[in-house]
């Protein structure tokens, strides 16, 4: 992916609220870090050498990060209980929190935060994005089928998935990886923690998805939809942009027209009003 190195002047302090005391003093420097023509590392080569296992070349922007054998920008911040595969690259000024796994393939951009214990693969990630603890990116989607001897097979999942610019994905959130495309989520993106996005889901600029929502395999989201907490999205749906979702709504066929949509199938906002209305005239008439 070419990135283009963009720099913040300031990285707001809530940012860090979830990452643990105990990480390197690095991490509060980069608080209100000043910008200059050229990039300074974040920490001093002597941290470098004996706190991280970095092979340090200072003729060099990137470094060789000893554990995982992976490279990243000399001005980024990494825990050193950080893995970072071969073949992953860190970009600067960005975070990587305690125990964060970078596996290989993937591609961190600048001044993206990453909270611990988040596992990261077949992946990038785009500038300035905030992936708070215990997220999980790039994993096998959920894919398989029953064979002619009624056997249980796995399906490949070998793409990736794409993250845009500023996307926010909150704690313990999942997001497979493609099988037949990139599963990708759009330029400032908000999602909140305890999502699922299954493989193939595609995801437009400035969605909100909130708690614990559910993305089948194959969606296709277009860009300002908001999903409330538990809405349901049944597999191989589209939904065209500036669709609102009121919550515990499921989606089971296209909605087409923008708008407020509620209900399990949901229906245009008005229309389940509607139904509960009926319902609630009808049980009370039940008890009469």
């Given at each position: 992916?070419?990135?283009?190195?963009?720099?913040?002047?300031?990285?707001?302090?809530l940012?860090?609220?979830?990452?643990?005391?105990?990480?390197?003093?690095?991490?509060?420097?980069?608080?209100?870090?000043?910008?200059?023509?050229?990039?300074?590392p974040?920490?001093?080569?002597?941290?470098?050498?004996?706190?991280?296992?970095?092979?340090?070349d200072?003729?060099?922007?990137?470094?060789?990060?000893?554990?995982?054998?992976g490279?990243?920008?000399?001005?980024?911040?990494?825990?050193?209980?950080?893995?970072?595969?071969?073949?992953?690259?860190?970009?600067?000024?960005?975070?990587?929190?305690?125990?964060?796994?970078?596996?290989?393939?993937?591609?961190?951009?600048?001044?993206?935060?990453?909270?611990?214990?988040?596992?990261?693969?077949?992946?990038?990630?785009?500038?300035?994005?905030?992936?708070?603890?215990?997220?999980?990116?790039?994993?096998?989607?959920?894919?398989?089928?029953?064979?002619?001897?009624?056997?249980?097979v796995?399906k490949?999942?070998?793409?990736?998935v794409?993250?845009?610019?500023?996307?926010?994905?909150?704690?313990?959130?999942?997001?497979?990886?493609?099988?037949?495309?990139?599963?990708?989520?759009?330029?400032?993106?908000?999602?909140?923690?305890?999502?699922?996005?299954?493989?193939?889901?595609?995801?437009?600029?400035?969605?909100?998805?909130?708690?614990?929502?559910?993305?089948?395999?194959?969606?296709?989201?277009?860009?300002?939809?908001?999903?409330?907490?538990?809405?349901?999205?049944?597999?191989?749906?589209?939904?065209i942009?500036?669709?609102?979702?009121?919550?515990?709504?499921?989606?089971?066929?296209?909605?087409?027209?923008?708008?407020?949509?509620?209900?399990?199938?949901?229906?245009?906002?008005?229309?389940?009003?509607?139904?509960?209305?009926?319902?609630?005239?009808?049980?009370?008439?039940?008890?009469?």
């Open positions: 992916m070419a990135v283009t190195l963009k720099r913040l002047s300031s990285i707001p302090p940012i860090f609220r979830n990452f643990p005391l105990s990480t390197p003093s690095c991490f509060g420097s980069l608080y209100n870090f000043s910008v200059s023509s050229t990039d300074q974040a920490f001093p080569n002597s941290m470098v050498n004996s706190e991280t296992g970095a092979d340090v200072d003729g060099q922007e990137f470094l060789k990060w000893k554990n995982g054998g490279h990243f920008h000399k001005s980024a911040c990494i825990d050193p209980t950080v893995v970072i595969e071969i073949g992953a690259i860190v970009h600067p000024k960005s975070v990587l929190g305690a125990n964060v796994h970078v596996g290989s393939g993937t591609a961190i951009g600048p001044c993206v935060k990453i909270g611990q214990f988040t596992k990261i693969g077949n992946c990038t990630v785009g500038d300035s994005c905030v992936i708070h603890n215990g997220v999980c990116i790039g994993q096998d989607g959920f894919g398989f089928f029953v064979d002619e001897d009624g056997n249980m796995k490949p999942q070998i793409l990736n794409r993250i845009g610019n500023h996307v926010d994905i909150g704690a313990n959130t999942c997001i497979d990886r493609g099988s037949w495309r990139d599963t990708v989520i759009g330029d400032h993106t908000k999602i909140d923690n305890l999502v699922q996005i299954g493989h193939n889901v595609v995801i437009g600029k400035s969605c909100m998805l909130c708690g614990q929502v559910g993305i089948a395999g194959s969606v296709i989201i277009g860009d300002y939809v908001v999903l409330g907490g538990r809405v349901a999205v049944r597999d191989h749906v589209s939904i942009s500036k669709v609102r979702l009121a919550a515990n709504s499921c989606v089971t066929k296209d909605i087409r027209e923008p708008g407020d949509y509620g209900g399990f199938p949901a229906v245009p906002i008005h229309v389940w009003r509607r139904q509960i209305a009926i319902q609630c005239r009808s049980s009370k008439k039940g008890k009469s």
